[in-house]
């Protein structure tokens, strides 16, 4: 889908209307990092006027930092839910849940581009109180020791880097591509590669 075949967005209350721009945004954002996108760009992909969006969100910035913020929380959400069930089992299902996001496009990429902007004053507070949630998350309300939860998240780092790089369409043809995949998504690989666009693909 590209952002010029979005079609325009029905009437709808202003609460649904802002959650049809920040899904839009995160597909971009996630496509396209903070720097390479315009907000105009998140308008026209939310089928919505481009002043209507800097009237909800003020500046880019602005808009980006609720992204990022909505995905922390979706992050959060979506890991609590998993809690209940056998302590033995709650990494996997954590996992699932993690590459279950792939679901909602730019989800994972604009939680990785936001670890990369730590230099951006606002931007990178954000992004720092994110991820201390989400370590804080695992560490108490999962009750991961510091170990399990340095390996989770460095899992989960490098999800973001297949996503980012799009080495879904190397599957099968190149080594190294399809050894990491089947590391990462050993029961879930052909779910992934019908989640995520190929080298080239738009969002």
């Known amino acids: 889908m590209t952002v010029e075949s979005v079609p325009t967005a029905p009437r709808m209350k202003a609460a649904d209307r802002r959650e049809l721009i920040l899904e839009a945004a995160t597909a971009v954002f996630g496509a396209k990092t903070y ?4 907000t105009d760009e998140v308008a026209r992909a939310a089928g919505v006027s481009q002043p209507y969006v800097v009237r909800l969100f003020g500046t880019k910035e602005k808009l980006f930092i609720e992204v ?5 929380d979706r992050l959060i959400e979506e890991f609590r ?9 709650l990494g996997r299902r954590m ?11 730019g989800m994972l990429p604009v939680v990785a581009n936001s670890t990369a902007l730590g230099g951006e004053p ?8 994110g991820f201390s949630r989400i370590w804080r998350f695992i560490r108490d309300e999962a009750g991961f020791s510091p170990e399990q939860a340095r390996e989770f998240i460095a899992t989960g780092m490098l999800i973001n880097t297949i996503v980012g790089l799009r080495l879904t369409g190397d ?3 190149e080594v190294s591509a399809t050894e990491v995949l089947d590391a990462c998504f050993p029961d879930a690989v052909e779910k992934v590669r019908s989640l995520l666009p190929a080298a080239g693909e738009p969002w």
């Open 68 to 72: 990022i913020d909505r995905a922390y």
């Open 122 to 129: 606002e931007i990178g507070r954000v992004a720092r109180a």
């Open 35 to 38: 720097v390479g996108t315009t």
């Open 95 to 105: 996992g699932t849940a993690y590459t279950d996001l792939l679901v909602e496009r």
């Open 81 to 89: 839910a998993v809690l209940p069930g056998d302590p033995e089992d």
């Open 171 to 173: 599957y099968g043809d």
